[in-house]
């Protein structure tokens, strides 16, 4: 659909359009759902329609206000047209109506990693709620991003916090170079590899 990245890609969306959406079980759909707006939404927002997929969504989501995929598509919309606070909100609602995917987890840990104020806790927490859910997490709507940025994520916003095991532990599962906690460039050596895992992963 587009290059890489996500990462940091949030800010300038505030002025720019560009993004992608759903793993696991995102598609899904339960009793009282409309699968054939949302599956139409889906489409739209794969062929870089989001103004298109925000209009299907919002008719899913008015045909049925409790449509927890609905809900997951419009955030995601509205993440790609900038409308960050919507997304976050769209995102929260998806899962206080039951979904069960890590899709909203993963658009909020973006959001809130990247957003003014940053919320580097939420974003950690998020990531992490993602993870849980599904460890080798792609989102099916833009393979450009899975499991490897929501632990860049971890790892950014860890040391971000002055967490640095934390981050130094992130920077393990990504297979990069642990860095020696004794030693005297722990925290330089750390940020550094941090930087260059980031530089590969949003290449």
Same mark, same amino acid.
């Given at each position: 659909?587009?290059?890489?990245?996500?990462?940091? *890609?949030?800010?300038?969306?505030?002025?720019?359009?560009?993004?992608?959406?759903?793993?696991?079980?995102?598609?899904?759909?339960?009793?009282?759902?409309?699968?054939? /707006?949302? %599956?139409?939404?889906?489409?739209?927002?794969?062929?870089? %329609?989001?103004?298109?997929?925000?209009?299907?969504?919002?008719?899913?989501?008015?045909?049925?206000?409790?449509?927890?995929?609905?809900?997951?598509?419009?955030?995601?919309?509205?993440?790609?047209?900038?409308? !960050?606070? &919507?997304?976050?909100?769209?995102? &929260?609602?998806?899962?206080?109506?039951?979904?069960?995917?890590?899709?909203?987890?993963?658009?909020?840990?973006?959001? *809130?990693? %990247?957003?003014?104020?940053?919320?580097?806790?939420?974003?950690?927490?998020?990531?992490?709620?993602?993870?849980?859910?599904?460890?080798?997490?792609?989102?099916?709507?833009?393979? %450009? /991003?899975?499991?490897?940025?929501?632990?860049?994520?971890?790892?950014?916003?860890?040391?971000? !916090?002055?967490?640095?095991?934390?981050?130094?532990?992130?920077?393990?599962?990504?297979?990069?170079?642990?860095?020696?906690?004794?030693?005297?460039?722990?925290?330089?050596?750390?940020?550094?590899?941090?930087?260059? *895992?980031?530089?590969?992963?949003?290449?």
């Amino acid at each position: 659909m587009r290059g890489r990245k996500w990462i940091g *890609l949030v800010c300038a969306m505030c002025v720019v359009v560009a993004l992608g959406g759903c793993g696991g079980s995102g598609s899904a759909t339960g009793p009282g759902q409309n699968p054939t /707006l949302v %599956d139409q939404g889906w489409s739209a927002f794969e062929a870089g %329609d989001f103004v298109g997929a925000k209009s299907d969504f919002e008719q899913a989501v008015a045909e049925d206000s409790t449509s927890s995929a609905a809900r997951n598509g419009l955030g995601w919309a509205d993440m790609m047209l900038g409308n !960050l606070p &919507d997304a976050v909100e769209s995102f &929260d609602r998806a899962l206080a109506d039951g979904f069960t995917g890590a899709d909203p987890h993963a658009g909020k840990a973006i959001l *809130l990693r %990247d957003l003014d104020p940053v919320d580097y806790g939420a974003a950690i927490a998020s990531a992490g709620a993602a993870l849980a859910i599904d460890s080798a997490y792609a989102f099916t709507h833009d393979t %450009d /991003l899975d499991w490897k940025d929501l632990r860049l994520i971890l790892a950014q916003s860890h040391f971000a !916090l002055g967490e640095y095991v934390e981050a130094n532990a992130q920077v393990g599962e990504l297979g990069g170079a642990v860095q020696d906690p004794d030693s005297t460039t722990f925290v330089e050596s750390l940020l550094a590899e941090i930087d260059r *895992l980031g530089e590969v992963i949003e290449g």
